[in-house]
């Protein structure tokens, strides 16, 4: 049997691995504008962390968990996601006595989920989390880094789902009248629906199945349940996006599957993505480091797959900015030219330029071509003719313009040349 990659994973190689870098790259810019640091923490956790955090009746953590005993007979969990882990380092290292509470991880997430397109058993995300700030505004700081995100690399036709699912005062009559309605239409459920309608009720607004998506069509609308303070927050943040000029759409029945949430609640979907077309998502988690043993500490934030970013802007057509040539290749056409090539590679590569030298003795010809293959803006080749006189080829390979110049001005030389 030949050995394969786990089911649900990718390997990242090739110009999808360029593609990734420079998408990081842009996130990192963005971050760094709005003043985010990176936090990094341990790829798993303490199963309670995410029992605790997620919710116990939510999918992840009752069917899609990677957890396992280690040898000291403790119940670990791979991270399935980010926000319980950093609200765990947050609780446990003191970082309320930070000056800065705003932090981004680029990380992986696994999920045992059902592979499909743009489902992954092992997905990264990029994700932010704001703490100690509950003012609206920090709700719409973190939709407009991602939205800013997006449009840096080229979509700027995405929209933000918006909702707002009351707190721990304003939930609970929510919930009495949407049990009432859910008792009702129970029979016409599918069979997961009438299991969360014993455990969790609310996840029933998560179902992708049509028919129960047709019956839930005139649910109450949790929006419309909100007490005062809720529902202020969720008014002035629609005022201050449409200030931002972040288009939105309220939609009611948003809840999102993750158990922490409290206020805002919002989703980024693009069509190019097929049935999981999520491509971000967070919101506002107020009790969560509360239920960590804190004291409450208000708290934002998203989520956002790279893959799927990735092949959202593979199905727009945006060309990614990718420089896949290089600027230097050195080849040698005899065992003794090879050496002074590396030196002079060694040199290019100090001058911050950048360089690949074929280490194999091989003709002209064939340096040239390996060039080319390679995108160099120019090649060196130690030939043999030049070799005695202590000379070098260069060719620039746009313009096949070749000059004849000492080992001694290479330097120079392609400072100049590739100065241009
Ligand atoms: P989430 O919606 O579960 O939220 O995941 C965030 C994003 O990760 C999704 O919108 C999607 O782009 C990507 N994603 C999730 N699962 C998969 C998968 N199996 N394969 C590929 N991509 C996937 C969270 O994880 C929250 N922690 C977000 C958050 C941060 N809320 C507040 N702060």
Redesign the pocket.
């Given at each position: 049997m030949s050995l394969q990659a786990p089911r649900?994973t990718n390997d990242i190689y090739g110009s999808y691995s360029q593609k990734w870098g420079y998408v990081i790259s842009v996130i990192q810019n963005r971050l760094k504008r709005y003043d985010y640091h990176q936090i990094i923490t341990p790829t798993f956790e303490l199963t309670d962390v995410f029992k605790r955090g997620?919710g116990e009746t939510t999918d992840?953590v009752g069917k899609?968990m990677y957890t396992f005993e280690d040898r000291g007979g403790r119940s670990l969990t791979l991270r399935?996601?980010?926000?319980?882990s950093?609200a765990r380092a947050y609780v446990e290292r003191g970082m309320d006595q930070l000056l800065n509470k705003k932090f981004y991880y680029i990380a992986p997430?696994f999920?045992y989920?059902k592979?499909q397109k743009?489902?992954?058993?092992?997905?990264?995300?990029f994700?932010?989390?704001s703490f100690g700030n509950e003012s609206p505004l920090m709700d719409a700081e973190?939709i407009d880094l991602l939205m800013g995100t997006y449009r840096d690399l080229g979509l700027s036709s995405l929209e933000v789902k918006l909702n707002s699912v009351g707190c721990r005062e304003c939930r609970p009559g929510y919930e009495s009248r949407f049990e009432k309605f859910i008792h009702k239409i129970r029979s016409s459920l599918c069979e997961e629906c009438k299991n969360r309608s014993e455990k969790n009720p609310l996840r029933i607004l998560d179902c992708k199945n049509p028919n129960c998506k047709k019956v839930l069509q005139d649910t109450p609308q949790i929006n419309k349940y909100l007490c005062e303070e809720c529902g202020d927050h969720f008014s002035v943040l629609q005022t201050i996006l449409t200030k931002l000029n972040i288009p939105f759409q309220v939609d009611s029945k948003l809840v999102?599957?993750?158990d922490?949430?409290t206020k805002t609640v919002f989703?980024?979907t693009s069509g190019g993505l097929g049935s999981?077309n999520?491509?971000?998502?967070?919101?506002?988690?107020d009790n969560l480091l509360e239920s960590f043993g804190a004291k409450k500490v208000p708290?934002?934030?998203?989520?956002?797959?790279?893959?799927?970013?990735l092949m959202v802007l593979e199905s727009e057509n945006v060309n990614l900015p990718i420089d896949e040539g290089i600027d230097v290749f050195v080849g040698g056409c005899l065992d003794s030219s090879l050496s002074i090539g590396m030196k002079k590679l060694q040199s290019i590569r100090e001058l911050g330029f950048s360089g690949n030298m074929d280490f194999r003795v091989r003709n002209l010809k064939k340096h040239l071509q390996q060039a080319s293959k390679l995108n160099a803006r120019c090649a060196l080749i130690f030939a043999e003719d030049e070799y005695q006189e202590e000379k070098v080829i260069v060719k620039n390979m746009a313009e096949h313009q070749q000059e004849i110049i000492s080992w001694d001005n290479v330097e120079e030389f392609l400072t100049e040349w590739l100065k241009k």
């Open positions: 649900g997620i992840i899609e399935p996601e980010g926000t319980a950093v997430m999920r989920e592979p743009g489902r992954y058993r092992e997905h990264y995300q994700g932010v989390e973190v999102r599957g993750l922490y949430y989703e980024i999981q999520a491509v971000g998502g967070g919101g506002r988690y708290a934002v934030g998203f989520g956002c797959g790279l893959e799927r970013l």
